[in-house]
């Protein structure tokens, strides 16, 4: 059974960068799609990006300019960082792992707040 | 960017009772369609994918159909611990998109 843990700062001022980190335990890191997905408190979820079974990344058209996602498959993990927030990042940040067309196991979720 | 609409956006039913949930692309997304569950405090959880494929260890109760634009999910039976927020999710090329989700609650 594969275990997704997660990690981060969960307080950032304004304009300051988020950055998570993703480790994988009990499974294969090769092979799967790997994305982070957000949830603003009381709203839906929202796709960041992924990074691919061949390293590849994907980016949500929204968040491109600021985001990046790279993995240490050494280490079976897997980062985000994103540039510049706001007060409109503030969210509960999942790890995910998946296929091409869905996503299978999700982490414990971490809320970052962006307040001055 | 293909768009998810799910209705109806909050849907009260009575345990026992049958839910049937939709969700309507904007262009056709083939059978490349998931459905997740979300309780208060947790993670989503993957229902059905590939439009009508259970995940593994899902209840039978839980079914998936549709093709095209048009998707439904159908809880056959409400039980206590059905209601919670359902999501559908697709995936174009190298977009992923969710709708916003339907909360199904107790009558």
């Known amino acids: 059974q594969v275990q997704l843990q997660q990690w981060g700062a969960g307080l950032l001022k304004p304009s300051e960068t988020l950055s998570l980190t993703c480790a994988v335990y009990?499974?294969?890191?090769?092979?799967?799609?790997w994305s982070w997905i957000r949830q603003p408190p009381g709203k839906g979820l929202e796709w960041i990006g992924e990074?691919?079974?061949?390293?590849?990344?994907n980016y949500s058209p929204s968040l491109k300019s600021r985001v990046a996602i790279s993995e240490d498959t050494s280490k079976s993990q897997f980062s985000l960082k994103l540039d510049s927030v706001t007060a409109a990042d503030t969210a509960v940040y999942y790890c995910?792992?998946?296929?091409?067309?869905?996503?299978?196991?999700w982490g414990q979720g971490t809320l970052v707040t962006v307040s001055s | 960017e293909i768009v998810l609409t799910q209705s109806p956006a909050t849907l009260s039913l009575s345990p026992g009772e049958r839910a049937t949930l939709s969700c309507r692309a904007s262009?056709?997304?083939?059978?490349?369609l998931a459905w997740y569950q979300q309780k208060p405090g947790q993670a989503p959880r993957l229902l059905i994918y590939?439009?009508?494929n259970r995940a593994t260890g899902i209840p039978a109760r839980f079914s998936g159909s549709g093709s095209g634009t048009d998707f439904t999910l159908t809880i056959s039976s409400l039980e206590p611990e059905d209601f919670a927020v359902y999501y559908c999710?697709?995936?174009?090329?190298?977009?992923?998109?969710f709708g916003q989700g339907t909360r199904l609650e107790i009558k």
């Open positions: 995910a792992r998946g296929a091409y067309n869905k996503i299978q196991d």
């Open positions: 009990g499974g294969s890191f090769s092979g799967y799609y």
């Open positions: 990074i691919n079974h061949s390293g590849g990344v």
């Open positions: 262009q056709s997304v083939s059978t490349d």
């Open positions: 590939d439009a009508s």
């Open positions: 999710q697709q995936r174009s090329n190298w977009l992923i998109t």
